[in-house]
T-cell receptor
Framework: NAGVTQTPKFQVLKTGQSMTLQCAQD?????MSWYRQDPGMGLRLIHY???????DQGEVPNGYNVSRSTTEDFPLRLLSAAPSQTSVYFC????????????FGPGTRLTVL | KNQVEQSPQSLIILEGKNCTLQ??????????LRWYKQDTGRGPVSLTI?????NTKSNGRYTATLDADTKQSSLHITASQLSDSASYIC???????????FGAGTTVTVRA
């Protein structure tokens, strides 16, 4: 049981490039989400999904796309990278019920030059 | 304005000493409050979760308290160890949706 896995761990992009951050979980969780973490700020929700085929925007969705074709995978796409997207990105998953613990992946540190 | 405010922003303590971290929130309607520990370079890991009816929860040397009337929570670390050096994040969940509100965290440094 690997929990939540993310790849890559580190990435450097040039402004305007696109890329996909991968996220997978093996706990059969319905709810998955993407956050970004910036210095001095709490984690901010980018996009989330309550099940395969269902996605919705969080509080900072601009510049990012997601899809959820399977329960296990929830990739995050940066369409045209900007320096403002330099951040640490965390994927998380949670089972049903509001008390259930949210499990976080190890994070992807992205730098956009 | 962030709906979850944590204090202090950072603190340094000597190994073996105790410390208390504070969390004030305005999130409503309230469902539960969680404390996470985040080691450098890693994702957050849950320490405790408390619902409206729970006013204290322990996990080893970590004890969390909740006052839902004043919308305040604290995390007390007893007999600190070097491995307690981390960021501690307070997270509050609303009862009407899945979304969580995160505090900015308190960075704790334990020195020998």
């Amino acid at each position: 049981n690997a929990g939540v896995t993310q790849t890559p761990k580190f990435q450097v992009l040039k402004t305007g490039q696109s890329m996909t951050l991968q996220c997978a979980q093996d706990m059969n969780h319905e709810y998955m989400s993407w956050y970004r973490q910036d210095p001095g700020m709490g984690l901010r929700l980018i996009h989330y999904s309550v099940g395969a085929g269902i996605t919705d925007q969080g509080e900072v969705p601009n510049g990012y796309n997601v899809s959820r074709s399977t329960t296990e995978d929830f990739p995050l796409r940066l369409l045209s990278a900007a320096p403002s997207q330099t951040s640490v990105y965390f994927c998380a998953s949670r089972g049903g019920g509001r008390r259930n613990e949210q499990f976080f992946g190890p994070g992807t540190r992205l730098t956009v030059l | 304005k962030n709906q979850v405010e944590q204090s202090p922003q950072s603190l340094i303590i000597l190994e073996g000493k105790n410390c208390t971290l504070q969390c004030n929130y305005t999130v409503s309607p309230f469902s539960n409050l969680r404390w996470y520990k985040q080691d450098t370079g890693r994702g957050p890991v849950s320490l405790t979760i408390m619902t409206f009816s729970e006013n204290t929860k322990s996990n080893g040397r970590y004890t969390a308290t909740l006052d839902a009337d004043t919308k305040q929570s604290s995390l007390h670390i007893t007999a600190s160890q070097l491995s307690d050096s981390a960021s501690y994040i307070c997270v509050v969940s609303r009862s009407n949706d899945y979304k969580l509100s995160f505090g900015a965290g308190t960075t704790v440094t334990v020195r020998a």
